[in-house]
């Protein structure tokens, strides 16, 4: 619980922390029992990989190894699509600023190397074979948190240290790694690292690079997995609308989410949705009545987009959303980048999006229908995006501002605390965002604040904001 709370640069609900740490194991074990073949120790047991972010002794005990893996299988992909959805049903979505840069894409692809390989052993270089983040990180090196190591690989490709004609990555050397580490723990990594780069792992280092990954943000919800909303300035269950995954903001992730909590969150939390519509809800109980035009909205959406017959491709306008969010809203980002990005981003979203071109009108196999489809998802997501980063005035996690390189919390917590004052909610950033999406394509703010509780102080203690290092 420490770790996930210290991770998310103590922006994440520690009521809902609290439930994911005491409810992961079962988890594990309902895996096992469905037969998930888990990689396994020599005593037959699960097999446990060390994984950033995570350590022993709250953060003084050294590096802890409690991450169950499959070898290395690991990857999704994520167009937004739900959290589009609860968007235009007028809900907000939260902490949508707080996006993940993978450290280890590979380079030219972006195909993910999983973390499993600094777990492993493996270890980032720059241009003069040094262990660079040995110097950012003193502690966990190469395995801290996912935004430091990000950070600190960016700052070595700015200062020329990157590699390559262009020095723009750096290498994750692994070829030190004993031959059969290699073949039985990250099989996966090896193929890919031949078909994607043409490197042979047990000889030479992997070409990376910094990707885009995760968004820590989402649909809001609490610990039981129930949408809310927010409402003269409490909380607002949704009743009957859940959310859980990579769609939801529960928020056991906050600022930042550790690399073995995404899969551990769907399942603990998909389960608290299907035991409380259990406790909720009775056989034969009578749904509220619908409106009778009720999906008639989505209908008409679907099929503006169907025949669209503007003169902008959807891959065409999907790169230049990408290009425009890479350049805007990326690693470490300033005032005048972001303006620049929700100007550029809102003249995409409200000029170009409407002017989509679909060539292929069928309903049987169409994938250019089901790409713009997406794309609408995925740009309305790219909205409440770069607004909210641009709203953020504080670096925390993986929101790095250049223009404001400190966290600001309600105390300063370098500091004693004795004979500071507590600022109020209006004057500090230890909050969550709630951005609103308007029909004119307008993004309103809003903010509800974090929960520092646990569901029993009796079994677990919350964890008090501290100044977060590796």
Known sequence: MYDTVKGSDWLGDQDAIHFLSREAPKAVFELENYGCAFSRTKEGKIYQRAFGGQSLRFGKGGQAHRTCAVADRTGHSCTGDGMAMVSRAGIPLQDMEFVQFHPTGIYGSGVLVTEGVRGEGGYLINSAGDRFMTEYAPVAKDLASRDIVSRAMTLEILDGRGVGPKKDHLYLQLSHLPREVIEKQLPGISHLS??????????????????????????????????????????????????????????????????????????????????????????????????????QQSICRFDATRYSQGNITVATLREEMQRTMHKYASVFRSCDILQHGCREMTRLYTCDLPNLCVQDTSLIWNTELVEALELQNMMLNCMHIIYAAENRKESRGAHAREDYKERIDEYDYSKPLDGQKKLPIEKHWRKHTLTWAQDDGSICITYRPVIDTTLDETEAEHVPPAVRSY
């Not at 047990?202 to 989402?218: A, D, F, L, R």
């Not at 610990?223 to 269950?237: I, P």
């Not at 859980?244 to 603990?268: K, P």
């Open 194 to 295: 031949w078909v994607f780069a043409g490197v042979d792992v047990t000889k030479e280092p992997i070409p990376v690079i910094p990707t885009v990954h995760y968004n820590m943000g989402g649909i809001p919800g609490n610990y039981r997995a129930q949408v809310l909303t927010r409402e003269n300035e409490n909380d607002r269950v949704l009743d009957r609308l859940w959310a859980a995954g990579e769609t939801a903001c529960v928020s056991v992730h906050g600022a930042n989410r550790l690399g073995a909590n995404s899969l551990i969150e769907t399942l603990v939390f998909g389960k608290a949705i299907a035991d409380n519509i259990d406790c909720m809800m009775r056989p034969g109980e009578r749904h509220v009545d619908l409106a009778p035009d009720i999906g």
